[in-house]
């Protein structure tokens, strides 16, 4: 009997792989999923989600991909934000162009023909009822060139109303960066900041039993002396909490034990160097 079959899983309820369907709904997660929500209904032009590494920045772009495309919303993602402006914009038109095939990437010789013609799309498509939605992954990643190129995106507008809403996901030290006086007219056109914080106590135990349940009816239960290492070992960062119950399970696997002890935890630490 291997693993999986021990604990009748019908996949890994660990797995550290963004996965929109195993998003967890703690107090700051909504706060932002919902926050979200609020720009791309509200018209928002620019928005701000920051977090530490492995608090489910990734995961929550996913989730907004899975509730938020439809017929009149399909958000251009750029993962790699280390991009020259040129890069940028190209990437962007390289988006577009998966979902329509009338675009030409070849005949785009400069960045001022990108540009025209972006402005000129996202007005056409605002025209038809689409909502332009530009998320950025691990901005602070970017350039200092092509930061400024995301603060000309958001000029794309009209007399009325923003033509391309964007959202940058970033480590918390972004702000830090965004407060230096060369990006104060970016910083100003932020309207909406979040944060995403790591899980509390409870939230950690929650959020455990959330994952389990995902997966499969399983036997499987961790000792509230488990979840408290847990808990301390991870500070309350998914990513860890991922790699500890993941490596854990294992322990009780080789135990042929569906009690996670605290001793289990212990061992796992150990390997993981934690």
Do not use: W
Request: net charge positive; hydrophobic share 35%.
């Amino acid at each position: 009997m291997d693993y999986f079959d021990f604990y009748k899983f019908k996949e890994d309820p660990f797995g550290i792989t963004p996965d929109p369907d195993f998003f967890y709904p703690s107090k700051s997660h909504v706060e932002a999923f919902e926050s979200i929500k609020y720009l791309i209904q509200k018209g928002e032009g620019f928005m701000l989600i920051t977090g530490s590494p492995g608090t489910g920045k990734t995961t929550l772009i996913r989730k907004v991909l899975t509730n938020f495309k439809t017929d009149n919303i399909s958000p251009i993602v750029i993962y790699n934000s280390s991009l020259t402006p040129d890069e940028l914009l190209r990437g962007i038109i390289y988006k577009l162009s998966i979902e329509d095939e009338k675009i030409d990437l070849n005949k785009f010789q400069n960045k001022l023909s990108m540009i025209e013609f972006l402005t000129e799309y996202f007005k056409n498509r605002k025209n038809s009822g689409y909502k332009n939605i530009l998320m950025i992954d691990e901005a602070q990643d970017m350039p200092e060139e092509t930061l400024t190129e995301i603060k000309h995106l958001s000029n794309i507008e009209t007399e009325k109303e923003k033509l391309l809403q964007i959202i940058l996901f970033a480590q918390p030290y972004f702000e830090e960066l965004l407060a230096n006086p060369k990006y104060a007219q970016i910083n100003q056109r932020i309207s909406l900041k979040v944060r995403l914080t790591p899980l509390s106590k409870d939230e950690v135990e929650d959020y455990i039993k959330f994952r389990l349940h995902k997966v499969a009816e399983t036997p499987v239960y961790f000792k509230r002396g488990a979840i408290k290492r847990i808990y301390k070992a991870s500070k309350g960062i998914p990513r860890v909490i991922n790699l500890i119950c993941s490596r854990t399970l294992m322990v009780g696997y080789i135990k042929t034990s569906y009690k996670i002890k605290k001793s289990y935890v212990k061992s796992a630490l150990k390997h993981l160097h934690l």
